[in-house]
T-cell receptor, first 111, second 113 residues
Framework: SQQGEEDPQALSIQEGENATMNCSYKTSINNLQWYRQNSGRGLVHLILIRSNEREKHSGRLRVTLDTSKKSSSLLITASRAADTASYFCAFPVGGYNKLIFGAGTRLAVHP | GAGVSQTPSNKVTEKGKYVELRCDPISGHTALYWYRQSLGQGPEFLIYFQGTGAADDSGLPNDRFFAVRPEGSVSTLKIQRTERGDSAVYLC???????????FGAGSRLTVL
């Protein structure tokens, strides 16, 4: 299967704590992306990391990519209740931007 | 429009009925994608349009599913003889040609009774 795999499936933390989500994949990729989804509806793009990058930051988000292990992680620092959502990794296959998504991590941040 | 618009937001139908779901992409976006998402799962690719043509329809589950994009903007996903297993959120996304990032609509939740 080309699908990405994510762990944990669910994560419950307190506000202020850090949240780490992991993604593994099986194919060669030229980039990996993370998306966020609230309440099972539209996805919002968070961050993209290219295959020649090892780490990228955006605000409270930090993404790493290890192409030798075919894995990526998303770290959310100093979490807030508003970060409660599902987070998905995705990567393009097929020579154009057909994204394959993982099953997602459901994050709950408690006040 | 400012974003990707999908209608209806919710659709309840009976088994065996025909359903159409509409996607209005961001103006100027030539690439359009349909995905299906079942409860607790990630989005599953259905079909990709580049302009008016379906460049990749490998994700359509069977011949009851069909999608068109006659003028290269609005797309319609058509499902014939709906089954209970078709119940899911159908997501549409668009992008400029060659862009890496997709912009998603809010989805159409289909419930087949």
């Amino acid at each position: 299967s080309q699908q990405g795999e994510e762990d944990p499936q669910a994560l419950s933390i307190q506000e202020g704590e850090n949240a780490t989500m992991n993604c593994s994949y099986k194919t060669s990729i030229n980039n990996l992306q993370w998306y966020r989804q609230n309440s099972g509806r539209g996805l919002v793009h968070l961050i993209l990391i290219r295959s020649n990058e090892r780490e990228k930051h955006s605000g409270r988000l930090r993404v790493t990519l290890d192409t030798s292990k075919k894995s990526s992680s998303l770290l959310i620092t100093a979490s807030r209740a508003a970060d409660t959502a599902s987070y998905f990794c995705a990567f393009p296959v097929g020579g154009y931007n057909k994204l394959i998504f993982g099953a997602g991590t459901r994050l709950a941040v408690h006040p | 429009g400012a974003g990707v618009s999908q209608t209806p937001s919710n659709k309840v139908t009976e088994k065996g009925k025909y359903v159409e779901l509409r996607c209005d992409p961001i103006s100027g976006h030539t690439a359009l994608y349909w995905y299906r998402q079942s409860l607790g799962q990630g989005p599953e690719f259905l079909i990709y349009f580049q302009g008016t043509g379906a460049a990749d329809d490998s994700g359509l589950p069977n011949d009851r599913f069909f999608a068109v994009r006659p003028e290269g903007s609005v797309s319609t996903l058509k499902i014939q003889r709906t089954e209970r297993g078709d119940s899911a959120v159908y997501l549409c996304a668009s992008s400029f040609e060659g862009a890496n990032v997709l912009t998603f609509g809010a989805g159409s939740r289909l419930t087949v009774l």
